[in-house]
């Protein structure tokens, strides 16, 4: 008898403590979605940078394992005794005769071992045994937490769905949740970037220029630039009503660059260096023979016309770019 009812007593309990687990994953959804709109609403007012997203993506993933943890333990260590009471909160009768029959067949038998004892003790096995027997399984779930639960889930997902809809709010979710994509913050303000890729030899300079479309107002318009080591920001010359350029000079290590007015930046750019050598100088050495008694000449190539007398000699010095 105690064997049926034990094993009827743990099926109640695998069905309670399932309901009690799903009801704790759609709370802590709800928590993780609404905490995650929280900070979307954040990086719209501050425009975090990415190691911060990051920061925030870490501390909500630790927040919500810390909570399932939590969860988890609390109900798995529920013991028999609260599951038996829950069945006998479940029923119409005050008597209790699930956590009766829990107790009595706990309790060390009589000293007497007298057959009335044993016999009290069946009888409250099988009239716990009859109240959950009486009563299909999922009758055990915890419906009014599920239900609570739910509510709140769904809440959470509707307001999800509504931020979906706000192009500022899907920009900064997209920006948490892909911190390390180059996503740059919503603005009315929008940037054209002429050369899109560029590309320049060791050395060389370039010209950068962007056309600013938008609300600009007073805000100024940089060029921030990002090499390994060192970042910097230069101003933008206004060469048209819209169009701002920059040029770079002696450029020798890629680097990237965006463009900014305010909180508003274009997408970053890389600038790829070609490392193939070029000429920078050519120097000449044009020493005349001995017999036309003359001093050597020494000249910049292309700065003088390389003639001389016959038999004299010409030394060429080249200095690469690198």
């Known amino acids: 008898m105690r064997a049926t009812f034990d094993q009827m007593l743990s099926r109640v309990r695998a069905v309670y403590l399932g309901g009690r687990l799903l009801a704790a994953g759609l709370r802590l959804a709800a928590a993780l979605l609404a905490a995650f709109l929280v900070a979307v609403l954040f990086d719209v007012a ?24 939590y969860a988890l333990a609390t109900i798995l260590s529920l013991p028999r005794r609260a599951i038996a009471a829950w069945v006998d909160s479940q029923l119409p009768s005050r008597r209790r005769p699930a956590l009766s029959a829990l107790e009595l067949a706990a309790a060390p038998p009589p000293a007497d071992g007298s057959a009335l004892g044993r016999y009290l003790v069946d009888q409250a096995l099988e009239q716990g045994r009859l109240a959950i027997a009486g009563r299909p399984a999922w ?9 609570r639960a739910g509510l709140q889930w769904a809440a959470a997902a509707a307001a999800a769905l509504l931020a979906a809809g706000l192009a500022p709010l899907r920009i900064h979710a997209l920006r948490l949740l892909a911190p390390a994509r180059d996503i740059p ?25 962007a056309t600013v479309s938008g609300p600009v107002g007073g805000e100024a318009i940089v060029f921030e630039m990002r090499d390994a080591e060192h970042a910097y920001r230069g101003a933008g010359f206004r060469e048209a009503t819209n169009r701002y350029v920059h040029r770079l000079e002696r450029v020798v290590q890629p680097l990237r660059f965006c463009v900014r007015a305010g909180r508003a930046r274009s997408p970053w ?44 000699r010409v030394t060429l010095d080249i200095v690469a770019n690198r």
């Open 46 to 69: 501050f425009a975090f940078d990415e190691r911060t997203r990051m920061g925030l993506d870490i501390a909500l993933l630790l927040g919500a394992a810390a909570g399932a943890g």
């Open 139 to 147: 009758r055990w779930l915890p419906r009014r937490l599920l239900r």
């Open 185 to 209: 913050p919503w603005s009315r303000i929008s940037f054209a970037v002429d050369p899109d890729h560029p590309r320049v030899i060791y050395g060389d300079s370039l010209e950068i220029s």
């Open 269 to 312: 750019h890389e600038l790829t260096v070609l490392y193939q050598p070029r000429i920078a100088s050519a120097r000449v050495t044009l020493v005349p023979p001995a017999y036309a008694g003359l001093p050597p000449r020494e000249f910049y190539l292309g700065g003088q016309k390389l003639a001389g007398l016959r038999g004299s």
